[in-house]
Every structure is written in structure tokens, then in C-alpha cells.
């Protein structure tokens, strides 16, 4: 039985929240186990000539194995 992982990433403005992300995942794949899920949370902000902007990045880590049937 080996471990295996998915990477999941949003954009909090985009179309695919994280949590939607992680649910369609689980939702499609019904014969996994959850070993964990890690999330991460990142914010940056950009200044330049005038303009600015702030980025929201959501990301999270499923460690998962399949079950044997």
C-alpha cells in the first residue's frame, strides 16, 4: 500500500475556492484514505509606478493511500 499525495493551489479571486478544490478531489476519488491535509496561506502585496496589488494564494497538500479491496 504506498502513500501518495495531490497538490491543490487557489486563487482566493479566481474561480475555484480551496475548499471546493479539496472537496471535488475527495469527492472523486471515494476509495482513499486520509492520512492528512496540510494548507497553506499566502498573502503578498505589489507596489510599483503607481499601481499596486495584493495576491491571496491557498494551496494544501492531501497525503492520502488507496484502500485495498
Same mark, same amino acid.
Given at each position: 500500500?504506498?502513500? *501518495? &499525495? *495531490? /497538490?491543490? &493551489?487557489? !486563487?482566493? !479571486? ?10 471535488? /478531489? ?11 491535509? *496540510? /494548507? ?24 492520502? *493511500?488507496?484502500?485495498?479491496?
Amino acid at each position: 500500500m504506498a502513500i *501518495k &499525495t *495531490k /497538490f491543490l &493551489t487557489s !486563487h482566493r !479571486h479566481g474561480l475555484n475556492d480551496i475548499d471546493d478544490l479539496i472537496n471535488n /478531489f475527495l469527492g472523486e476519488n471515494p476509495e482513499i484514505e486520509i492520512i492528512d491535509i *496540510k /494548507f497553506q496561506s499566502n498573502v503578498s502585496a505589489v507596489a510599483d509606478d503607481g499601481i499596486s496589488g495584493t495576491y491571496y494564494n491557498d494551496s494544501a497538500l492531501i497525503i492520502y *493511500k488507496e484502500v485495498e479491496e
